[in-house]
């Protein structure tokens, strides 16, 4: 029920119920009087009996107990404005984003509700999303820095030998002062864009595939709830370890997810861990994968990134949907030992 109408409904309620409830208490305070009171009084009438008073504060009591019937809405409607002005200043605030809101009605607060949860998802999209890339820019650059600095302090120590060698010459301290040059540069060095950084600055290491899941399932549900898309999370396994790299390993998920999301007219994706297996399926039209392979990138990333990761992977698509299935060397082993 829309707002306008409740209360529209509420004030002709109030309008009503006072005058019936008012007449209602008089014409039961006069008859119970006459009918049980008034021979014991030497047959007083109504208005001058104790009854009347008695009415009077019943009538009090009543419009009391009125009064609060009806502001018991307002005030549940205050408390969703307050609860809504709380979250929005907080997710304003650099404080952790909050929780969405349970949505518990159909009229427009409900919907202000809605949209507000939706601010919260795209909200948790960004940060998720930029602090990936932060975070990748971060270890790209410290690995750039330590490859730069590494032929730097070999072409110092030769440097070293040769003017220990020869008589010393200007040109040395020159070429000294060239190498702290491009040295104190890698300092400097901004990041604009990883997306065509190769493999040789990855790093390994033990990833918890479930937590990483979730974090990017939450991250995703912004952009598949836009599309009319249910995003399902069910795992299975407590906790699945891998040795790879994190933000490399994030991109490979983005890229399956960015694809489903894109290109299967799915209305329903589930992402499950089961026997040391991370299985990706959804509803959709389902494609030809070597069809896909030459028209787009998405899945050459993939597989680019699978091998560089070392994870194995399956995937069957047909006219039901698509299914990618994940697994390290180790799983595979486990699976079928």
């Not at 299985?279 to 091998?307: C, T």
Request: aromatic fraction near 8%; charge should be neutral.
């Amino acid at each position: 029920m829309k707002l306008k109408k409740k209360y529209q409904l509420l004030l002709f309620a109030a309008i009503i119920s006072v005058p019936l409830l008012l007449l209602g208490i008089g014409v039961l305070m006069s008859v119970i009087y006459n009918a049980v009171f008034k021979p014991q009084n030497d047959q007083i009438p109504f208005h001058a009996s104790f009854a009347y008073p008695v009415m009077l504060v019943v009538y009090v009591l009543s419009l009391v107990l009125l009064a609060v019937l009806f502001s018991r809405s307002i005030r549940s409607l205050l408390n969703k404005i307050n609860l809504l002005n709380r979250t929005i200043r907080h997710l304003a605030s650099y404080d952790k984003i909050p929780s969405k809101i349970a949505v518990h009605g159909n009229d427009e607060m409900g919907e202000l509700i809605r949209s507000v949860n939706l601010l919260i998802e795209r909200t948790t999209y960004r940060e998720l999303e930029l602090k990936q890339q932060e975070d990748m820019q971060k270890e790209l650059l410290h690995k750039l820095r330590h490859d730069i600095n590494t032929p730097l302090t070999a072409v110092r120590l030769q440097l070293f030998d040769l003017e220990c060698q020869t008589a010393k010459s200007p040109i040395f301290e020159s070429l000294y002062q060239q190498i702290q040059y491009i040295a104190d540069l890698t300092k400097e060095i901004h990041l604009q864009s990883t997306d065509h950084l190769e493999s040789s600055y990855i790093l390994n290491e033990d990833v918890n595939i479930r937590d990483l899941l979730e974090t990017m399932v939450q991250k995703w549900g912004y952009l598949y709830s836009m599309h009319e898309i249910e995003l399902r999370f069910q795992p299975v396994d407590e906790a699945l370890i891998w040795s790879c790299n994190a933000l490399w390993v994030q991109r490979l998920f983005d890229n399956i997810l960015q694809n489903a999301m894109r290109h299967a007219k799915a209305t329903m994706l589930e992402v499950t861990i089961e026997h040391g297996v991370v299985s990706i399926r959804d509803n959709g039209i389902g494609f030809n994968e070597s069809q896909r392979r030459d028209e787009g990138m998405g899945l050459k990333i993939i597989a680019d990134i699978a091998r560089m990761l070392q994870i194995h992977y399956t995937l069957e698509s047909n006219e039901q949907g698509t299914l990618f299935r994940l697994y390290q060397h180790s799983m595979e082993l486990k699976k079928y030992d």
